[in-house]
């Protein structure tokens, strides 16, 4: 079940703060967050596990609610480095193997 | 330190050749996924190997894809008598059986 992921599509100015939103309707075990620039490689930013914890690292950071079976990443004071697509890519419980799940992505364009 | 390496870069075909893209997990890693993407499209999963093991094919269409991850050398994604339909970007990633991912970036199969 691939988790639904919104906005598809955001545009910042340099400084301004976005959220990205992913659901599921499937019990998660785990969501991992990713980044990807034109043309490259996705980038891993972070996992979070059950148990509603929240991460960050410098302005990234993200939030997951397990009984809500969704999690939003959070971006602060963004910068033009930011700019990329982000997906969102949930394990979800009782899985027999290991099947990261993606979703559409957002596209998060910062401008000057 | 070398990150996943796939090749090649670009791979052009005509309808009906065959297809192979390789794959060199990062130092360390014995466990390899193949994902594919289409413009605007999250990734899909496609299979996951260990070395000389197929774990889970599930995302592999049953016809003309194969996958295989011998014990010494890269992992190898076949593609028999491609179609148009199978112009995408294929990543692989990597991991040492933990969580993260990490991709290399990508064979861009566009099939003429």
């Known amino acids: 079940q691939q988790p639904v992921q919104s906005p598809q599509a955001v545009i910042l100015r340099e400084g301004e703060d976005a959220v990205i939103n992913c659901s599921s309707s499937?019990?998660?075990?785990?969501v991992h967050w990713y980044r990807q620039k034109h043309g490259e490689a996705p980038v891993f930013l972070m996992i979070l596990l059950k148990g509603g914890e929240q991460k960050g690292h410098d302005k990234i950071s993200a939030s997951f609610n397990e009984k809500k079976q969704q999690s939003s990443l959070y971006l602060t004071a963004s910068q033009l480095s930011y700019s990329g697509t982000y997906f969102c890519?949930?394990?979800?419980?009782?899985?027999?193997?290991?099947?990261?799940?993606f979703g559409k992505g957002t596209k998060l364009s910062v401008i000057p | 330190n070398a990150g996943v390496m796939q090749n090649p870069r670009h791979l052009v075909r005509r309808r009906g050749q065959e297809a192979r893209l390789r794959c060199s997990p990062m130092k360390g890693h014995s466990h390899v996924y193949w994902y594919r993407q289409l413009p605007e499209e999250g990734l899909k999963f496609m299979v996951y190997?260990?070395?000389?093991?197929?774990?889970?094919e599930s995302g592999m269409p049953k016809e003309r894809f194969s996958a295989e991850f011998p014990k010494e050398g890269p992992s190898i994604l076949r593609i028999q008598q491609v179609v148009r339909g199978d112009s995408a970007a294929y990543f692989c990633?990597?991991?040492?059986?933990?969580?993260?991912?990490?991709f290399g970036s990508g064979t861009q199969l566009s099939v003429l």
């Open positions: 890519g949930t394990l979800h419980s009782g899985a027999g193997s290991y099947q990261l799940t």
């Open positions: 990633a990597s991991s040492s059986g933990g969580e993260k991912l990490f």
């Open positions: 499937k019990a998660l075990y785990s």
């Open positions: 190997l260990q070395k000389e093991n197929i774990i889970d």
